[in-house]
């Protein structure tokens, strides 16, 4: 399995999460939902709500639709390797 970006791992730990979603996550799906669980994380860690409406089960939600996403264009990738290379 090939994982994207593995040779600016050193610069990606040192942005902040909504700068390397910005910088790093191409599709927009997954962007709009790290987009979101990031926001839900961060409402988790302060005192005062952003999004009052959204709780950690929301988060849990968002963040394992997220991991769906990110493995079907993982799997999907190794696919499209296999058919191009046949």
Known sequence: M???HSDKEKEIKKELLGDVIKSYVD???I???AKV???IG???THYVRKNE???INDLK???EATLHFISYELISDEAEELVSSN
């Open 2 to 4: 090939h994982i994207k």
């Open 27 to 29: 599709s927009p799906k």
């Open 31 to 33: 962007k709009n939902l």
């Open 37 to 39: 669980s990031a926001w």
């Open 42 to 44: 961060n409402d988790e």
């Open 53 to 55: 409406t959204l709780d």
């Open 61 to 63: 939600k968002f963040i």
